[in-house]
């Protein structure tokens, strides 16, 4: 039949085709899954490498904030401290005093107190102690002076100041080592005010005595000013200590040290300024004398010769 005809398929005279087109369709299905696996393993590390790099810039971000704030603190305390010791006001509290209360601290330091049952009050300010100190200075200037010792340079002003402030500073913070040892209540500034203030004693009698040179009067300044002075700080720090080896040790160790210091002042001091003069300059030397020039004798012959050649000339 034609119909039937016409529905055969020609099997041999059919492209071959679609046997491919399933095969192309298979590996173009294997590279999308291999395409699809790449970008899983692809996104999988840049997740990786994103954590990663989250961690390390997490740690980096909190390395800057943590130098950052040690920065800020050092920076303060840095400020903090310049300002501490660049700003004078700090000292404001020790020197503002009114003469009248200078004046009653100086007679105050020579009476000595009688009741050492409690703390006795020690004025906290130092105003009064380093004008003490500078008129030690003075006072030991002019003994070297009046005693005719030569100045030199401005060697003795160094020595002076350094003797003066030497002893002031530094007894009074070997006195405070030694109170802290045998547990006084009392403080560095406290120390520095109470010998201070015993300096009153020592400007009185070397000022007497370097004006009027007799050896038994600085034996009784000695010992009755310079006596009172001490034991009016005597009596301050025993009513500030507990335990009597401990009132023994600190205050004998404090008597003996300010009486000695007016000995040497007085006896000494002016032998050891010339010894160090010496040293450091040579022994005195003779004042230096002013001698005549020898003028070489000319002879009468040149003299008349030149008079006459200025007449001429005339």
């Known amino acids: 039949?034609?119909?039937?005809?016409?529905?055969?398929?020609?099997?041999?005279?059919?492209?071959?085709?679609?046997?491919?087109?399933?095969?192309?369709?298979?590996?173009?299905?294997?590279?999308?899954?291999?395409?699809?696996?790449?970008?899983?393993?692809?996104?999988?590390?840049?997740?990786?490498?994103?954590?990663?790099?989250?961690?390390?810039?997490?740690?980096?971000?909190?390395?800057?904030?943590?130098?950052?704030?040690?920065?800020?603190?050092?920076?303060?305390?840095?400020?903090?401290?310049?300002?501490?010791?660049?700003?004078?006001?700090?000292?404001?509290?020790?020197?503002?005093?009114?003469?009248?209360?200078?004046?009653?601290?100086?007679?105050?330091?020579?009476?000595?107190?009688?009741?050492?049952?409690?703390?006795?009050?020690?004025?906290?300010?130092?105003?009064?102690?380093?004008?003490?100190?500078?008129?030690?200075?003075?006072?030991?200037?002019?003994?070297?002076?009046?005693?005719?010792?030569?100045?030199?340079?401005?060697?003795?002003?160094?020595?002076?100041?350094?003797?003066?402030?030497?002893?002031?500073?530094g007894v009074s913070s070997f006195i405070y080592f030694l109170a802290y040892l045998c547990n006084a209540q009392i403080t560095m500034v406290q120390m520095l005010s109470l010998l201070g203030y015993g300096l009153f004693g020592h400007c009185i009698t070397l000022f007497v005595t370097y004006n009027i040179h007799f050896h038994s009067l600085f034996y009784i300044f000695w010992l009755v000013v310079g006596g009172l002075s001490t034991l009016r700080m005597v009596a301050v720090l025993v009513s500030r200590t507990v335990g009597h080896t401990q009132r023994l040790i600190l205050c004998g160790t404090l008597a003996a040290l300010h009486m000695l210091f007016l000995l040497y002042l007085h006896f000494a001091y002016h032998k050891v300024v010339e010894g160090i003069l010496d040293t450091l300059e040579g022994p005195n030397m003779p004042p230096f004398q002013r001698v005549a020039r020898d003028i070489p004798v000319v002879s009468n012959a040149i003299l008349n010769t030149t008079a006459k050649a200025v007449a001429l000339t005339l």
């Open 1 to 169: 039949m034609q119909g039937g005809g016409s529905a055969v398929i020609d099997m041999e005279n059919m492209d071959d085709t679609s046997g491919s087109s399933f095969e192309d369709m298979g590996e173009m299905h294997q590279r999308m899954k291999e395409e699809e696996e790449e970008e899983g393993e692809a996104g999988a590390a840049e997740e990786e490498d994103g954590e990663f790099l989250g961690v390390k810039g997490l740690r980096g971000q909190l390395g800057r904030q943590v130098a950052d704030q040690v920065w800020q603190v050092g920076k303060r305390q840095a400020s903090k401290a310049f300002s501490l010791y660049a700003n004078i006001d700090i000292l404001r509290p020790y020197f503002d005093v009114e003469p009248v209360q200078v004046r009653a601290r100086l007679l105050e330091s020579m009476i000595p107190v009688k009741m050492i049952s409690f703390p006795q009050k020690i004025a906290g300010e130092l105003y009064g102690p380093l004008m003490l100190v500078f008129t030690l200075v003075a006072i030991l200037l002019h003994g070297m002076k009046t005693s005719d010792t030569i100045i030199r340079e401005g060697t003795l002003m160094g020595t002076a100041i350094g003797t003066c402030f030497g002893y002031w500073l």
